[in-house]
Structure formats: structure tokens, C-alpha cells
């Protein structure tokens, strides 16, 4: 078949009447259905129902099974965040029944020590879901118009997250760590106003329970002649995480039956008691901790952590997986370095951990403070036992 009778097999158009016409085995095609193809292709992508976003869902017991492997201990909690995590996503996949009964969105507090897995567990829930994940620090939010980065970029950080899909973000998980740092200053009326505290946390309300914001594409600051993207909070998952050192003392008080007076028992708080306090932590805890009551009304599950014991950072060394042992064992691996742990070294390393107060934290300062030291004696790398 010559040139001029090559007709495109969709149109019928021959090729001196388009700017291109793809040959194939037994077909052809030219530019002009290649761009409607395309504007069809986009068209119906747009026109796709948010509510038709699902996530491959797996009951509680096998998400608690997938954060064991990530997670040492915090037996509570990730069966509290289980099962939240599921109710949450279970209410978004079922969301095109129509029912008459709206369910409601049940956003996370996790309360704990530094070092005890708060962002681990987040990260861990999100990488299993298969869902984006924003994580923020509270601590650079300041009130709209202040010196700080708005409320907003928390959204546009999920947006980022999400390769800027709307749909996708709208579903995605947003933890916020540090929250304990904007608690309220004080009780006591102030002459100057609480930007980096209570200021953040009304200033949060509404995107946590549930509105339409507008955010800028490129984060940062709004401009009035931007562009922006409007983004449905009501699907998102909050999750937020704090040590809220002193939280102990408020709890104990309220538990106890202390008394006053020169016969009083006054008793310093043991780290075990200060540990099964936190698990006792109600809402009136916080509150009096310095978060306003309505920002605790929009977090109704309270999950708190325990700091870890010599045993379980010994297996958050040797039994997690991507643990810090086996990222050192990797490096040495690459200079053809064969890199062992005994059990009595595991115990040391975990012995010095505990002492520190900074949970899982301090084992990778304690590594990075070893392991040099095993360097400087390698001349030559070879097969060989550190």
C-alpha cells in the first residue's frame, strides 16, 4: 500500500491531512484521535468521585501483627491504634452505601516518653496502608499573621506527600508530633497573646473535625492573587504525639488520696509508677496540662506509651526490622567487613540506653560512639570479625 493510502483506522483521515499518522501491524492512527483520546483520558479521570478513594484494608489483628515488626512492645497502644486506624478507613470505604448513619472520625493522641515508637507507629501504619503521610512539628506553628508557618502547610505537606493528588491526600494521615509544646502557657490572663500555644490550637480546630481549606501549591504563605487548591479535611486522619513531661504529677494527683497537713505522706514518684500513670491519662489530665477543651474533643482515643526496658531495647536492636544493627552491619558489609554483636554486648548497649532517658533514641548516639572506634583499628578492608 503506497503513502497516500495509508488512512488512519479511527478517522478515516490520509496522511497528507494530518501532521502525523502512526503505522501499525493491521492499524493506524493520526495526532487528531491521539489528542482526543487524551482529552477523553482526562476528562474522565476529573470527573471521578472522591468517595470512590478505598484502601485495601485488613482487620486489626493483622495490622497489630505488621507493627510488631516494626514496633517492640506498646502492647496497648497499637491495639488501640489498630483498631482506630481501622474503624477509620472501613468508614471511608463505605462511605458510597449511602447510609443514613454518618460516622464520625475518631483522631489518636499518643502520649508517652521520648524514644518509645510515637512516630515510628505512624510511619509504620501509613507504609502498610499504602497512604500518604505528613509529619509536622508543632513547634513551628505560630496563630495566621505571626512570625511561623500557618496551620495550612500541614495540608500542603500531605499534598507533597501525595504527588499533589487531592483525592489521595484527602485520605491520607497527618501526624503531628510535639503537640505538648503548644500547650497553653498559663491560666492567667496575659497583656500579650499565646501565638505559639493556645493561638495554634484554635487555629487548628477546624481542619482536625472536618473543613474545606484552600491551600497555595508550592506551600508558603498566602497571597491574595494565588492559585489554590481546596482540600476536604473531614477523611484525614490526625494522629498526634507528645512526651508531656510533668503529665505524670497532674495524674497522680487526681488518683490519689493525698492529704494535707504536718503528718502528710509525701512520696517521689518511681519511674514504674510514672510509667502506669500515663496509662491512667484522661482528658482532664490534659486540659489541665494546657491543651483547651476543644482541641481535646476532636481526639477522643488516648493511647499512651511506656519507655522501654533493657529487654526490649535489646530487641529493638536484634528482632525489628531495618533495626540499627543491621543498618551497621550493612556499612561495614560494603568495605567487605563482617560486623558481630554478642548477646552480653546487646545488653551493655541497652544497659547505657535505659540510663539516658531518651528510650530507642540514644542506641544510635551509643553506636556512633563505638563503631569508630572498631574503624580506626581496620588497615586493609578484609573478610573479617570487628
Known amino acids: 500500500m503506497s503513502e497516500e493510502e495509508i488512512l488512519c483506522s479511527f478517522c478515516g483521515r490520509s496522511k497528507s491531512q494530518t501532521k502525523l499518522l502512526i503505522a501499525g501491524l493491521d492499524a493506524h492512527i493520526c495526532d487528531i484521535c491521539i489528542s482526543q483520546a487524551d482529552m477523553i483520558l482526562k476528562d474522565d479521570e476529573s470527573s471521578k468521585d472522591p468517595s470512590d478513594f ?122 503531628i508530633d510535639e503537640i505538648d509544646k503548644i500547650a497553653r502557657k498559663s491560666d492567667n490572663p496575659s497583656i500579650t497573646r499565646d501565638v505559639s500555644g493556645e493561638g495554634v490550637q484554635q ?81 482532664q489530665d490534659l486540659n489541665k496540662y494546657g491543651l483547651i477543651p476543644e482541641f481535646i474533643g476532636r481526639f477522643p482515643v488516648v493511647a499512651a506509651l511506656e519507655e522501654l526496658s533493657e529487654s526490649e531495647l535489646v530487641k529493638v536492636m536484634s528482632e525489628t526490622k531495618n533495626s540499627i544493627t543491621d543498618q551497621f552491619k550493612y556499612l561495614f558489609k560494603l568495605d567487605n567487613i563482617t560486623l558481630e554483636f554478642t548477646d552480653g554486648a546487646f545488653k551493655q548497649i541497652a544497659r547505657e540506653a535505659k540510663a539516658s532517658a531518651s528510650g530507642a533514641r540514644a542506641l544510635r548516639a551509643i553506636f556512633e560512639e563505638i563503631l569508630p572506634v572498631s574503624y580506626t583499628h581496620l588497615t586493609l578492608p578484609t573478610n573479617r570479625e570487628v
Open 54 to 175: 478505598a484502601v485495601e484494608l485488613k482487620p486489626p489483628k493483622e495490622i497489630k501483627k505488621f507493627l510488631d515488626l516494626h514496633v517492640i512492645g506498646q502492647e496497648d497502644a497499637k491495639k488501640t491504634l489498630s483498631v482506630a486506624v481501622y474503624n477509620h478507613y472501613k468508614r471511608i470505604n463505605q462511605k458510597h452505601l449511602q447510609e443514613e448513619i454518618e460516622i464520625q472520625k475518631s483522631n489518636l493522641i499518643l502520649v508517652g516518653p521520648t524514644g518509645t515508637g510515637k512516630t515510628l507507629l505512624a510511619q509504620t501504619i501509613s507504609k502498610f496502608l499504602n497512604v500518604p503521610i505528613a509529619i509536622v512539628d508543632a513547634t513551628v506553628l505560630t496563630e495566621a499573621g505571626y512570625v511561623g508557618e500557618d496551620v495550612e502547610s500541614i495540608l500542603s505537606k500531605l499534598l507533597q506527600a501525595a504527588d499533589f493528588d487531592v483525592d489521595k491526600a484527602q485520605n491520607g494521615i497527618v501526624f
Open 203 to 283: 487555629a487548628l480546630l477546624k481542619i482536625i473535625e472536618g473543613s474545606i481549606a484552600s491551600i497555595p501549591p508550592q506551600g508558603g504563605r498566602k497571597h491574595p492573587q494565588q492559585e489554590f487548591l481546596q482540600v476536604d479535611t473531614k477523611d484525614i486522619l490526625f494522629i498526634c504525639g507528645g512526651a508531656f513531661n510533668g503529665l505524670e504529677e497532674q495524674i497522680q494527683k487526681r488518683v490519689s488520696d493525698n492529704t494535707i497537713g504536718f503528718n502528710s505522706n509525701i512520696q517521689k514518684l518511681s519511674d514504674e509508677v510514672k510509667e502506669s500513670l500515663f496509662k491512667e491519662a484522661k482528658s
